[in-house]
C-alpha cells in the first residue's frame, strides 16, 4: 500500500537516503532520549500499539489495522510522539483481542516498523520560506510541514523589513508571492534566504493543532534568550502526554 504521496516520499526518501549513507538512520527510545542537534528528525522504529478491531472486520483484522494506520499517515501520534511518516511490517501478537466490559470493539497488540518525524527544541532545520510579513517568516519543511520565525527572533541589528510598496513590484522575485515584502540584510542588501529562498533556524518549540505538528524557530544567537510566540493551541509536551507512551524498540539503520 502506498502510504505517502509520490512528491512526499521522494522529500522524505532523499534525507533518509543521505543519512544512510554517512551512518545509521538515528533511533530513538523512550521519552527523553535527544536526538542529535543535526538530525533531520526523521527516526524508524519498531513499535507496539493496541488497535480496536470492529465487528465488521472481525474476519480480517489485519486489514483493519492496516486501514487505521493509513489513516493516521501524516498526523501527530501521540503514542508515537511524533508524526507517522510511513508503515510496515505489521503483525498481530495475539490471535484473541481482548474485550473490556460491554465494548463492541477487540483489542489486539500489534507490532509494526515505522518512519516518524520527531523534530525536538533545539535542533537545526532547513525550511523554504512561503510567507515574509513584518511580523513573521512562514516556512514549509520537506514540502509538507508548516514552520514559523516571528521578527522578534530575527536578529534585528542584521536585518530589517523592506515593504514591495517602497521599493515597486519589480522587486518581486515571483508571480505567485503573497508577501507584502522581504526581509533584508542591512549590510549587504541580501535577502533572507538567499537566492534558494531557504533558512535554516534553530527549533524553539512546537504545537500540536487537529493532529498537525508546527515549529517555531529562531536566527538569535542565544535562541532562547527571547520567549517563543504562544499560540492557543496545545504545546507538543502535552500532547504527547495526553495517552500513556506506547511500546517501543528501537529500529535499526539500515
Known amino acids: ?17 543521505q543519512r544512510r549513507q554517512s551512518c545509521a538512520l538515528p533511533t530513538m527510545g523512550k521519552k527523553g532520549a535527544e536526538a542529535p542537534s543535526t538530525s533531520t528528525g526523521i527516526v524508524q522504529v519498531s513499535a507496539t500499539m493496541n488497535m480496536a478491531i470492529p465487528p465488521f472486520w472481525a ?3 489485519m486489514a483493519s489495522v ?49 518512519f516518524v518525524w520527531r523534530p525536538e527544541v533545539g535542533m537545526s532545520v532547513k525550511g523554504t520560506i512561503t510567507l ?12 509538507t ?3 514559523a520565525v ?30 507584502v515584502g522581504f526581509w ?19 527549533v524553539i518549540s512546537m504545537t500540536v493543532a487537529n493532529q498537525m505538528l ?11 534568550s527571547v520567549p517563543p510566540p504562544q499560540p492557543g493551541t496545545m504545546s507538543i509536551a502535552h500532547a504527547s502526554g495526553a495517552t500513556e507512551p506506547m511500546a517501543e524498540e528501537k529500529g535499526g539503520g539500515g
Not at 515574509?132 to 514540502?143: G, T
Open 150 to 179: 516571528s521578527a522578534p527572533h530575527i536578529p534585528a541589528d542584521a536585518w530589517e523589513f523592506v515593504h514591495y510598496s517602497d521599493v515597486g513590484e519589480s522587486q518581486r522575485q515571483d508571480a505567485k508571492d503573497r508577501s
Open 1 to 17: 500500500r502506498p502510504h505517502l504521496t509520490p512528491q512526499r516520499a521522494e522529500s522524505f526518501a532523499r534525507d533518509i537516503a
Open 184 to 202: 533584508q540584510n542591512k549590510e549587504t542588501g541580501q535577502r533572507l534566504g538567499g537566492q534558494d529562498n531557504t533558512l535554516t533556524f534553530c
Open 132 to 143: 515574509s510579513s513584518p511580523s513573521h517568516v512562514s516556512l514549509l519543511l520537506y514540502d
Open 66 to 114: 492496516l486501514e487505521q494506520l493509513d489513516t493516521l499517515v501524516m498526523r501527530f501520534v501521540p503514542q508515537l510522539e511524533g508524526v507517522l511518516l510511513a508503515h510496515a511490517d505489521a503483525k498481530l501478537l495475539s490471535k484473541l483481542g481482548s474485550i473490556d466490559g460491554d465494548s463492541a470493539f477487540a483489542e489486539v497488540p500489534v507490532r509494526f516498523t515505522c
Open 145 to 147: 510541514f508548516n514552520a
Open 214 to 224: 508546527s515549529l517555531h524557530g529562531s536566527l538569535l544567537s542565544d535562541p532562547f
Open 59 to 61: 474476519m480480517d483484522p
